[in-house]
């Protein structure tokens, strides 16, 4: 009898063993997925019974949540949708968030760690808890101006503050209303998402962040930063100025915009080539640098590398082992040279910063729900990229490029801008990708800006980035100048 019992103490032994072992690899291991599976009704509304933090742009709430008479509970609302949905992002009730709302969940929700004690307050007390509010580094005058200032082009507007790296304003065009992806109704959810995926304009992408284009000649300011860094040349170094230039090991010809030489006479100085936005010399310069050179400034600025603003951006690309003819076409800007508006934003902000680059940020601060600071974000460093020098030289040829130069649609009375413009081939025969990048006032920097327009801006390879990136530029450097 007593072994009987033995034998059966041990299959209930082993039994709980086993139970507890499943039990314990489901919550160690499976808990998450489970949790967020999208047939898990249950976390479905238990997510929706909280209400979510708002996000806010100088104060006003662009994106909360409101009470509702359905299982929900709170209905995700967003004013001026289509302006803020590459930041805001939305929250379907049948996937997963994006943009803000995917970043700072935690936040929005209240489970982060900074909102612990409110979580237990809130057990303790009874009552209902909230998320988070979080305060943006958005100025709706200078994201107003910049949505207006596009207008019905494919493209975007980034602007950031020089010396702290917040992101002023963030715009991508065509956009889209999140209102319509966060209704209550799982069809209609559905119906409006394909909507937007069928888009041949791509709304849902982010192209300030996401958008990866050839940078034409606004790269130049990286390969002349590194020309000037390198101790070798300086802003009246010269270089031979033909009117076509073979790529080495190559049967290709390079020409300068609109052909000919580089201005009058039989050299060109690097300011002049900057000024008039001159692809021969830049080869030249180029080749005389090398390819690591290029590349280990170009990684200075940010590229082959992300940023996470705490939105996560594309990779910028600056290709690895690159021939002659390879890195004569990557001085401005074109081969596998890839850039994001972000990416060249922070370029200009960082020359407008005596050189040193910020990390880019778009979150202010982080509001309890009774709006007292939970969390703040303060300025921080990405790395210094180039001396005070070398930044100033920078500067004063992309003034002369704005006052007398390629860039001359970005003037603005009685301000001095900083800028740059350019014009990316895609092919020969697709539409240029058109650029601007600069900064004002020019001696002490308050705004960044760059500004992309894609599929030429409708005017296939007949548009340009002085014709029409520049005049975008002046627009919104004006409006918050003068506000």
Known sequence: MNRELKRVSVVVLLMFVALLSSTSIVQAFQADNLSADARNTRTLLDSYSVERGAILVNGEPVAQSIPVDDAFKFLRTYSNGPLYAPLTGFIPINGAPTGLEHALNGELTGTSNAQFFDKVSALVTGVDPKGAAVETTID??????????LGDKTGSVVMLEPKTGRILAMVSKPS???????????ADVTNSYQELLNDAGNPLINRAINSLNPPGSVFKLVVVTAALESGKFTAESTFPNPGTFQLPGSSSIVTNSGGGTCGEGDTVTIANALRLSC??????????????????????FGFNDTFSTPLRATKSNYPQTLDKAQTALSSFGQTNVRATPLQMAVVSAAIANGGVAMKPNM??????????????????????????????????M????????AA??????????AGKTGTAENGSTE???????GFAPANDAKHAITVLIEDGGGMGQTGFGNLLAAPIAQKVLGAVLNK
């Open 363 to 396: 979150v202010e601060e982080i509001l309890a729900p009774d709006l007292s600071p939970l969390q703040s974000f303060e300025p921080e460093v990405l790395r210094r990229v180039m001396s005070t020098e070398t930044a100033a030289s920078l500067t004063a």
């Open 398 to 405: 992309m003034v002369n490029n704005v006052q007398d130069g």
């Open 431 to 437: 539409p240029y990708t058109l650029w601007f990048t």
């Open 279 to 300: 692809n021969i010399p830049m080869a030249e310069l180029g080749l005389q640098l090398g390819d690591e050179a290029i590349r280990e400034t170009a990684e200075k």
């Open 408 to 417: 001359s649609n970005a003037r603005i009375d009685g301000v001095k801008v």
């Open 176 to 186: 889209f209303d999140p209102n319509l992806l966060s209704v209550h109704n799982n």
């Open 140 to 149: 709706p005058i200078a994201q107003q101006a910049a949505w207006d200032a």
